[in-house]
Structure formats: structure tokens, C-alpha cells
């Protein structure tokens, strides 16, 4: 019976998918190394020896032959200058929004978002001063024009107060000298 001297399960191929790779000790003096899919079986590339040591050698020779780790997650971006004011003005606009939302949520489910006009700003950078605000973020392309539109994710309802602390945000952000409109959306 094959004993597993060493066994890696995440080995990621190129296709981004994840195989396995064991070394085997199958009798006296006989090792074997496979790569293989766990779920076919389906070898991708072998070695047999006569050692343990030599078992261990081809392990990592085929290791650093097959093995592409995972892309490591994006650095987060560092807010600075007018994104770091960006994100502040946001963050102020919205504690602004929802002390003026008020209590009536009647009226028509909607997704009304303050919307800015920036042209010539990095989009990774507004959705990063967005989320460190408490925000989302889209791009809205209102007749060939680019717009970011900050949704409120919480603390209000899906009516009256949304709307309400939309617009409050949105004359907040226009007292601090931003360009932009309301998005309104009916649901």
C-alpha cells in the first residue's frame, strides 16, 4: 500500500485551477512524485525514484515548475490630496443626509444617490474615498457625460428619507464647491 511521505492539495496550474501534488513511498527503494487532478485522477506530470531524499528533490522541482500562487489582493489605495478631501466631504455630506432625512418614508421606493461630476479623477481613488466615507460607488453616464454616483448603504429608508437625505447631502456637497446632480431611480 502507497504511504504519502509529503502532499501538497492547493497546487494552482496556470488555468487557475488546483491539483495535487504527493510524494509516495510504494515499496523498498521505490518512490513515486505525481501531480494529479483530486477529482479525475488525471496525472499531469510523474517522477519515480529509489530515494526519499530524491522523492522530496522532484516534489519541489515539479512545485516550482507547476505552481502559480494566487495573484496577491490589490494594495489599498492610500488616500492623499483631493481624494483624501474627497473622502472627508463625503463622509461629512453624509452625517449631514441623515440628520435631515426625517421620519416620513412614504412615497416610491428609490435608489436616489448624490452624484458628482469629476473629471479627470482616477476611478479606483473616488471609490476608495466612497468606502472610507461609509459609501458606495458607480459611474453614471448621463449623455456622454461621466458621473459618480455615492448610494447611502445605511440609516435610511427606501422612500421619503432616502430621497430627503440624498438632496441634503447633495446641497452639502455643492456648498463645498462639487459639480454634480441627484440620481433618482424609481424601483
Not at 21 to 30: H, M, S, V
Not at 56 to 74: D, G, N
Not at 158 to 163: A, C, F, I, P
Amino acid at each position: 500500500m502507497p504511504e504519502s511521505i509529503k502532499r501538497d492539495e492547493a497546487i494552482r496550474l496556470k488555468n487557475g485551477r488546483i491539483y495535487t501534488l504527493d510524494a509516495a513511498k510504494l515499496g523498498p527503494d521505490e518512490y513515486e512524485v505525481m501531480l494529479f487532478n483530486p477529482r479525475t485522477g488525471d496525472e499531469v506530470d510523474s517522477a519515480t525514484v529509489s530515494t526519499e531524499a530524491d522523492a522530496i528533490l522532484q516534489f519541489e522541482r515539479l512545485r516550482a515548475k507547476y505552481h502559480h500562487p494566487a495573484k496577491a489582493a490589490p494594495a489599498e489605495v492610500v488616500l492623499k490630496g483631493r481624494y483624501k478631501k474627497l473622502a472627508e466631504d463625503l463622509k461629512e455630506a453624509l452625517a449631514y443626509g441623515l440628520e435631515r432625512k426625517g421620519d416620513d418614508d412614504g412615497g416610491t421606493s428609490n435608489f436616489d444617490a448624490p452624484s458628482l461630476h469629476l473629471p479627470g479623477w482616477e476611478r479606483k481613488k473616488v471609490e476608495a474615498a466612497a468606502k472610507a466615507a461609509g459609501l458606495g460607488c458607480f459611474i453614471w453616464n448621463l449623455w456622454g457625460s461621466k458621473s459618480y454616483v455615492f448610494p447611502i448603504q445605511e440609516g435610511v429608508g427606501q422612500g421619503y428619507t432616502r430621497t430627503k437625505a440624498t438632496e441634503a447631502m447633495q446641497e452639502f456637497l455643492k456648498n463645498r464647491g462639487y459639480d454634480g446632480m441627484t440620481y433618482c431611480q424609481a424601483d
